[in-house]
Structure formats: structure tokens, C-alpha cells
């Protein structure tokens, strides 16, 4: 992914995001819920966006802290950050003890799995720092063998061959290649995840506005298909689903049903 690449020096020292800065404190905010979608034949929605939009939700949940840091700590410069600018979240947050990256590249957290996001607030405050967290995949490949698109090989992805990439982040027409190994999912992907004996660990959320979308959970594989763009507007409203668009779903949608087509046991 092109992007990635870009201002890659800001990747690599905060302090061109927060001149003099000192210290990064690392945040995991948990987002599990067992719930599933109805219709197991509809296209799937990966789980971090059966609810609100995170990144609207977790900066409001970062401002007590912040407000918290100012009355105990006076007139700093800090900024916090959703995965909204070029900061290196999974390296911070395996410095700081938080988790490890998986064979996946996910930051997995040991006795409680990977879904989970990640934030960050850099300052200009010196904190005394946390030991970074020690590697638990062993010699686990559940989430390499289990890849439909062979994305993964150890430590890495390539993400010109992730579904949530395609299904997200690009632009063009998904290549053909594809067409058969989608696995049905239209928005995203859970797959490394939920193979993940980690995330046996996993618990309920209790985040309100995390909370599964009631008639989202419960389109049927036909309305998913049937859907129209002022259905998609009302029922993705806050969504993160609204930054693929509707002519992203659209796409992915009529992708996963020539896959269908060319693949009789689906």
C-alpha cells in the first residue's frame, strides 16, 4: 500500500507531530462482542464496524485523560491520535507493553486477544516508560494457514492481497484473481482473528455506542444485495462502512456475487 510510504519521517519520530515531545502514551480500547449476523449466507461485516465509527468514539473517550493530564501536570503540548495520522500505533503500543504484533501483524494482548483498537496520545511530558511486551505466537500459523488470499506469511502482510485492503482501502476494480476467495465478506475481514487461540480470551465490550446496528445484523443475503444508496446512507450513518461508500459496497457486493457464481459449492 502506496500510503504507507508517505511521510514516513513522521512515522518515525513524534516529534514532527509534537515538537519537543518526550513520551507516547499507548491505549487499547476493547471492542469484542460475540454477536454474529443473522443470516449466515448474507455478506459479512468485519466486527469492528457493526457499531459507531471508532475513531469518533475514541476521541471523545481521550479527552477526561487529557483534561486529566493538564490538572495534574499544568500547561503541556500533546496530541492524541486515532488512527487518523502517520503514527507508528503497533510499535508503540508493543514498546509499551501492551501486546504483541501476531504472525497477522495485529497486536495481540496476552490472556485477552486482539480486537482491539489502538490510540495514542504523544506529549511533550517526560513519563517514566513501561517494558515492551514479549512475543506468544510461538510456532502457531493458525492465522497464515487459515488466509483465504495467502496475505500472510510470518510477521508480515501483503496488502495488496488482504480482503479488508480490498474491500476497504482500494480504489480500482478487485482483480479477478480474487473473485473465488473473498469468503464472503463485504466489508473487512475477521478471518486471522478469529482463528487466533488468543482470542479464546476475548470478552464483551461495554461500549455503548459499539453496540451492533439491530437492522444491520439482520439483512438478509437478498437486502444486502438490494440494497439502494438511501438505504445504505440510513443505515451506515456514523458507520465506519461509510468510508468505503456506497459505490465502494456496491462494488464489493456484485464481486462477491461473481464469485458465487463461479464457484458451485458457494
Known sequence: MGYMADHFDLRLDPRRLVPGARSVI???????????????????LSTYAYGRDY??????RLKPLMRFLVEEHGDIAMRAFVDSAPVMEKAWAERSGIGWRGKHTNVIRQGQGSYFFLCEIILDLELEPDA??????GTCRRCIDACPTDAISPYAVDGSQCISYLTIE???AIPLEFADRMNGWAFGCDICQQVCPWNRFSTQHGEKEFAPHPEVMNLTSDEWHGMTEVVFDRLFEGSAVKRTKFSGLARNLRFLRKGSSQDPDR
Open 26 to 44: 499507548s491505549l487499547a480500547y476493547n471492542y469484542y462482542t460475540p454477536a454474529a449476523q443473522a443470516d449466515p449466507t448474507a455478506p459479512k
Open 55 to 60: 475513531h469518533k468514539v475514541l476521541r471523545k
Open 132 to 137: 515492551p511486551a514479549t512475543d506468544h505466537c
Open 170 to 172: 482500494l480504489k480500482d
